[in-house]
């Protein structure tokens, strides 16, 4: 399967790199194909322009901003994000690359009666979240209602692609845990990665 996976995380020595390393090489293990889209390292900029504020609606939309991720999109089986959560949300150069390159003509199509959106990433058969948040379990799930799952399961992936299989692991209490539950958790990753 080829895989894009995403990495947004400015420190290069951070925990969410060590688990891209983690899944990159097992996934790559496996026989699977990795093409890494680190957006700070390759200094992608998160802002939506007024350009394509703009031509949001217009057919065809112009997505020449970001065409080169867009087609490295548009050739992945799969889709694998690796970042933390910080105030129960994505990193802003994570949510910026959903707002450009999960645009319209890419990720999906206008109805032409208006309203609804038409799927269009029929190439991404499988999306995984490998994330961390510095919250309790309890925080997260029953008092925040588990926000970046939801947004990822029911708004991104099922209004840009059908049939896939989706699937979010997340480390909680990431500020108070050991290396003992760190490692722990890369190798529930590796498991959980060669199932695939």
């Known amino acids: 399967m080829r895989i894009l ?6 420190l290069p020595d951070s925990f969410a790199a060590a688990v891209a390393r983690t899944a990159r090489e ?7 194909s990795v093409d890494l889209l680190d957006l700070y390292k ?5 802002r939506l322009t007024e350009a394509e504020r703009n031509g949001y609606f217009d057919v065809p939309y112009d997505a020449s901003a970001v065409s080169e991720i867009a087609a490295r999109l548009k050739t992945a089986e799969g889709l694998i994000l690796v970042f933390p959560q910080w ?6 150069i994570l949510k910026g690359f959903f707002d450009r390159v999960f ?3 890419i990720a999906f199509d206008h109805e032409q009666s208006g ?7 029929t190439n991404i058969r499988l999306f995984w979240a490998l994330t961390t948040t510095g919250s309790p379990w309890w925080v997260v799930h029953l008092y925040m209602g588990n926000p970046v799952r939801r947004l990822l399961k029911r708004g991104i992936a099922a209004f840009c692609a059908k049939n896939l299989h989706f699937r979010m692991l997340t480390l909680h209490d990431m500020d108070r845990i050991d290396d003992d539950r760190r490692k722990a958790h890369l190798d529930r990753i590796r498991q959980a990665l060669r199932r695939i």
Request: glycine content about 12%; hydrophobic content about 45%.
């Open 5 to 10: 996976m995403v990495l947004a995380h400015p």
């Open 103 to 105: 645009a319209p003509g």
């Open 42 to 46: 390759e200094n992608f900029d998160p």
């Open 26 to 32: 097992t996934l790559e293990a496996g026989g699977h």
């Open 87 to 92: 105030w129960f949300n994505f990193p802003a």
């Open 115 to 121: 309203g609804r959106i038409v799927p269009k990433l």
